[in-house]
Structures are given as C-alpha cells and as structure tokens.
C-alpha cells in the first residue's frame, strides 16, 4: 500500500515534483496574496493602504494582536521595543566576530542565534514568553544589522536612540547622523510593505520549525537562510546590478533579450503566485519617486522604469503564458539604494521587516497549529542487497 496514496502509473506521473504550488499547509489570518488580482491583504488591509499611512510598529502591532493599535497600546509597544534594543554582551561579541569574517546574511543568522542567551527560561514556551521573544526580536534585529556594518567597516558603534522608530533609529545607527525625514518615511514605507506575505518559503521555513515546538529564535534563524537565496530575498542586490550593467534606458531592451536568450534569468522579475504586477513593486515605486527630490535619483528611476518595461515585454515573447512581471525586489533595489545603504544590506534589511511576519506565523502556529510533516513520493529502488566494501 503507497503511503503517499499514489496507487497507478497514471498517478504517478501526475504526482507533484515541484514546489508545493497550491497546496495549503496553513490556515491563517495573517496575510494572503491574491496571485490574480494583484492584491496583498495583510490582516484585512489592503497593503497599499497600510503602506500609506501605518508605521511599522502599528503593523507590528496589526501582526501581533490583528487590529490596529490604539494610542495607548502602541505607545506601550514602542516603549518595550525600545527597551529591548541594547543588545546582550554576548551578542555584541557575536557581531565583533561575524563582522570580522562573515557576510551580512551568514553574520544576521549567526548573531540572531546567539539572542537566546538572555531568555529568561528557553524551555518556557507560554504564549507572553514568546510575545516577548517577538519583540525582542523586532527590536534587536534592525540593531544587530547595524552594529555588523559598523564594525565591519571598522567604524565606530553608535548607540542605539531611546527617543525614535525602528526606521529613524536603523538610519541612526548606521550612519551615525539625524536621518532626514523624507528617509525615515521610505525606510518606514518598505518595512511595513514587506511585513509579510502568505506562505513564502521564509514564513514556511519559520512555521514549519515552529510546528516542531522548537523556540522562536530556531524558527527566525530558519527563516533567514531561507530568505538568503537568490530566488527569495536575495535578489534586489542583483537586481541593482543588472539595472547599473545596462545603463541607458536605450540600452534595455537589447540587453534584456540577450540575457533572456543565454538563459539567463532576470532578478526583479516573475513571482511564484503572482500573475499580475506585484502590488509592493507600486508602493516601492512611489516611495522610490517621492524620495528622488532629495536623492537627485531621478535619472536612475527613469532608467528602471525602461528595464520594467523592456523586461516585461521580452519575457512576454520569450516564456508566453508566465505572466512574468516585475516584484518586490524591482523597486526595493531602487529605494535601498536612494536611502544609501549598501548593496550588500538590502537582504538584511528586508529580513528587519519580514521578522514582524515570521514571529507573527510563529505565535499564530504555536496557538493553533500541528506539526508540519509532508510527505515525498520516493523513486528510488527497493530491495537491493548490501555489498561488503571491497566487492563494490
Ligand atoms: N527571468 C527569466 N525567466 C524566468 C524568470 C525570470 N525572472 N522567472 C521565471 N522565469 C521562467 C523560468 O525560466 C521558467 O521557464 P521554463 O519553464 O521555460 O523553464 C518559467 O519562467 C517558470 O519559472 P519557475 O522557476 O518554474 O517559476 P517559479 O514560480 O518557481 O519562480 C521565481 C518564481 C523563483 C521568483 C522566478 O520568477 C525567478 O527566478 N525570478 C528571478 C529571481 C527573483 O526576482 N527573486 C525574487 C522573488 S520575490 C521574493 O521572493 C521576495
């Protein structure tokens, strides 16, 4: 009897061997991306909407608890972030070593696994334990990016502020000076955009290493090499790259088809679910275009929004039917840079929004969800023989 109950030929070669698509693994409040329409609800708000008006720590909130925090609520929140944002001595020494030898995703894991050390009992996992552990975590992950790249670029720590948002003290402590304004809005903008985003293989990772009743901190440092890859969360840096290769908005569309033509595959591009234009792609835009007064980033919008529409119309003769077109990674290249962080920060900086999305999958699963165990069709042989090692 097939446990996988695949019991024919026929079924076999029906059986899946790709992705999961379309298969649910969770149910959830959280968020849900409508693939055909174009349209992200994260917590029954449409992103646009909460993009526009919400600061991250009212979306960290929204995440958490599901409505939107009333004043009082949300000045509690953001006083307990603040509180959490000095970081453990071991951590420190954590970001001292990492920042000596390590990239910024290998050092974000290595460090965010050391943040257990101040649990106050790791085998407690009660829910305020956890809704702690969440917040440590939204509070100290933006710091440890920052305090990696200040090291690493053997400059000195600048200590965290007690007095700003998650945003305005991430700047901060990054550069060392009052970010502008027009800054802490973009920066503010692009965490709540990418908050979350359904079951995207980082969330699966964290939920998946949730439902084994393992701690909030395995399921984050799960989720982020997950987020590490190309095909996820590491594609703005290439991305950017690829837009500075080409140069002259003239230059686009001949670079687009050779790419396409050698195989190659164009970062910012294409989506697992989405089949219409990335929702987040218009946020990130927007806040891309408001920023360029004071960026004088212009010419570099202008020059994307040419490989946009080059990109989409060669891929639209190359793959027919995919519905490839640009996502979330298109336009955060753009903002990242506009904000004038460094290439190589884009991913952890998209890791500082998504931790509200992780921990948030985290605290949901714990309350209501089973472990995670799916099945594999195996194709293999049966049945063979050991053979001593010097027959072989
Ligand atoms: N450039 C060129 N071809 C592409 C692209 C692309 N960006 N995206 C998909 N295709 C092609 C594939 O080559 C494949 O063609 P084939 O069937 O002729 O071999 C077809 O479209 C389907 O591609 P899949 O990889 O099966 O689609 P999947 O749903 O797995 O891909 C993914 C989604 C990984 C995002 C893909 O579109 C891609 O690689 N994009 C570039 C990387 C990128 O932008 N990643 C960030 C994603 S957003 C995020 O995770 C936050």
Known sequence: MSTTGITSEKDRANAPNTGLEGIVV????LSDVDGQAGVLTVCGYDIEELAHNATYEEVVHLLWHRVLPTANELQV????LISYRRLPEETQIACAAAARRMGPM???QFIVGSLIVDDPDPEDESYDLNLMRAEKLVARVPVIVAMYHRLRSGQPIVEPREDCSIAANFLYQLTG???PVGEVKGLNTYLV???????????????VIASTASDMYSAVTGALGA??????????GPALEMIEEIGEPERAEAWMREAVASGKRLMGFGHRVYKVRDPRAEVLYEAAVALADETGEQEALALAREVERAGVQVLAESKPGRNLNTNVEFYTALLLRELGLPQDLFTPTFAIGRTA??????LEHQKSGRLIRPQSEYVGPRGLRYTPVLER
């Open 227 to 236: 987020l590490k890859g190309s095909l996820h969360g590491g594609a703005p």
């Open 106 to 108: 290998d050092a974000l």
């Open 77 to 80: 929140l953001q006083e307990r």
């Open 193 to 207: 955009t990418v908050a979350d985003h359904g079951m995207n293989a980082s969330t699966f990772s964290a939920r």
């Open 357 to 362: 999305g992780w921990t948030a999958h985290v």
């Open 26 to 29: 969770a149910r959830t409040e």
């Open 177 to 179: 000076a009052e970010p």
